[in-house]
């Protein structure tokens, strides 16, 4: 009996120890959804074809070699200026290369040239010969192989490296600028052999740096934060490593929200889980889910940013008089609320709202909506707290892309009083819902217009634009799908 219960207590703590392993693994695995997602499509990469190509004939071009001298018995040469030029690279494919978590190119039959000096002295039966002149040496069918990876810096953001390239030389052809033929047959050796080698090996160097230098530090000025409205700050670092498929590769970011001075703010949720996406047919893909703007509201509210006040000063010059209590020629606060106008003739309003919690923001299919529950606080210039009561505020909002930069409009908004105090008697809600209305209307959505219009700075590198960006909206994210365009290349 002792031992069968032995038995029972040992399969009972593993079973406790799976299920608990179980619930880490699931746990783990929904905190690891990335606020904000990027995807480059096979469509985006054979646009990187294009850069690529453009980029690595410049480099090539530029390649310059040693000068060389040696001697093989009575011939002695000496080569100088040696240099590549007319680089002709017909096409680049390039695809993705999951193993190597990276991307492969492959540069096919395309051609190099390399110019040089040259000066030749040679011995026949004591009589000493020299020449010198220009050479021009074309390699033709030349192949480079190069596999370039994603890692990742310390600091999380993304690290271009080569991982390795390859190059061969299919032929050459000779051409002096003279007629000696059996000087051209005495160098041709050189070229078949060491010089096409340290060519093969200078094109793969000027690669590697082009990758490891030019675009890795093109790539490390990808936006890694954005202020927002200078006291927010969101953070685009990597969330974990670069995702590549056979189809595609994505970047998961962390996509949080916070107060610039407290960083350190424990945010008590975690993004949910970006819903499948098939479409390809754009170049760049960009998810912004709603755990963006719901940082966003728990860090505002946190620290006390949500806080409106609808103030006569705030009011344009032509609305001021909305906030009188005594107006006898118009309309005003006075005459929605005529105890205002009873109890404090003369008097200017002032309307506080205060966030009560953190908001609420939901995307969905249908578009953008943010739900804000707070106090309004109806006060007058001569007594506080006239008017209390809890007020919710929906907004329906849309966003769009305007330079690299994601921008909003609120476009509906609706109020609700759900309980009201007042301290000058029967007051009608109505009156105080329209008065919030209109106070809405004239300062508040012009302004929150206005910081939406300022936008937030989307994680791309410098000189790379969206060309014909389209917004779409799905559960728990907005979805921007563009083509793009770098350094003007076509």
Same mark, same amino acid.
């Given at each position: 009996c002792r031992s069968l219960s032995l038995v029972h207590s040992g399969i009972t703590m593993g079973t406790t120890l799976l299920l608990l392993l179980i619930t880490l693994a699931i746990g783990q695995t929904l905190s690891n959804n990335p606020g904000v997602k990027m995807r480059v499509t096979p469509n985006g990469i054979d646009y990187a074809e294009k850069v690529a190509k453009k980029k690595l004939?410049? #480099?090539?071009?530029?390649?310059?070699?040693? *000068?060389? @001298? %040696?001697?093989?018995?009575?011939?002695?040469?000496? &080569? !100088?200026? +040696?240099?590549?030029?007319?680089?002709?690279?017909?096409?680049?494919?390039?695809?993705?290369?999951?193993?190597?978590?990276?991307?492969?190119?492959?540069?096919?039959?395309?051609?190099?040239?390399?110019?040089?000096?040259?000066?030749?002295?040679?011995?026949?039966?004591?009589?000493?010969?020299?020449?010198?002149?220009?050479?021009?040496?074309?390699?033709?069918?030349?192949?480079?192989?190069?596999?370039?990876?994603?890692?990742?810096?310390?600091?999380?953001?993304?690290?271009?490296?080569?991982?390795?390239?390859? #190059?061969?030389?299919?032929?050459?052809?000779? *051409?002096? @600028? %003279?007629?000696?033929?059996?000087?051209?047959?005495? &160098? !041709?050796? +050189?070229?078949?052999?060491?010089i096409k080698d340290i060519v093969k090996s200078k094109v793969c160097d000027k690669?590697?740096?082009?990758?490891?230098?030019?675009?890795?530090?093109?790539?490390?000025?990808?936006?890694?934060?954005?202020?927002?409205?200078?006291?927010?700050?969101?953070?685009?670092?990597l969330l974990s490593p670069v995702v590549f498929t056979d189809n595609y590769l994505e970047m998961p970011l962390k996509g949080a929200v916070y107060w610039k001075a407290d960083r350190q703010n424990q945010i008590p949720f975690s993004p949910a889980a970006i819903p499948a996406w098939t479409d390809n047919s754009r170049m760049f893909y960009l998810w912004m889910t709603d755990y963006v703007l719901k940082t966003l509201g728990y860090a505002a509210h946190s620290h006390g940013y949500l806080q409106f006040l609808i103030s006569p000063e705030r009011l344009p010059a032509q609305a001021k008089s909305f906030l009188n209590t005594t107006c006898p020629n118009s309309a005003c606060a006075g005459t929605l609320i005529p105890l205002l106008a009873e109890k404090f003739p003369d008097s200017l309003v002032t309307l506080t709202i205060s966030s009560s919690k953190a908001p609420d923001f939901n995307i969905t299919s249908n578009g953008l909506g943010l739900t804000l529950s707070g106090t309004l606080d109806l006060s007058t210039t001569s007594a506080s707290a006239v008017v209390t009561a809890n007020v919710v505020i929906s907004l329906v909002g849309t966003v769009n892309i305007r330079n690299n930069r994601i921008v909003g409009q609120v476009k509906t908004f609706r109020t609700v009083i759900e309980s009201f105090h007042s301290q000058i008697g029967n007051v009608d809600v109505a009156s105080i819902n329209r008065a919030l209305d209109e106070g809405m209307t004239m300062i508040l959505i012009p302004q929150l217009n206005a910081i939406a219009d300022g936008g937030v700075m989307l994680p791309v590198i410098p000189d790379l634009n969206f060309k014909n960006p389209r917004i779409s909206y799905q559960d728990n994210a907005v979805i921007v799908g563009s083509d793009v365009q770098y350094q003007g290349i076509a």
């Open positions: 004939t410049e #480099a090539i071009n530029t390649i310059r070699l040693d *000068n060389m @001298q %040696g001697k093989d018995g009575q011939f002695e040469y000496w &080569l !100088k200026n +040696l240099r590549l030029s007319n680089v002709a690279i017909p096409s680049i494919d390039m695809s993705s290369n999951p193993s190597q978590r990276g991307l492969t190119m492959n540069l096919r039959n395309f051609g190099v040239d390399v110019v040089l000096d040259y000066s030749v002295r040679y011995t026949l039966l004591f009589i000493p010969i020299s020449n010198s002149g220009g050479v021009t040496v074309n390699f033709r069918r030349v192949d480079l192989t190069v596999t370039v990876g994603i890692d990742q810096f310390e600091d999380t953001s993304p690290k271009l490296v080569s991982r390795s390239c390859s #190059a061969n030389i299919g032929d050459f052809n000779v *051409n002096f @600028q %003279g007629d000696l033929a059996w000087l051209l047959n005495l &160098l !041709k050796g +050189l070229f078949s052999g060491m690669v590697k740096d082009v990758i490891n230098h030019d675009a890795a530090n093109q790539l490390r000025k990808i936006t890694l934060e954005a202020d927002i409205i200078d006291k927010f700050i969101i953070d685009y670092r």
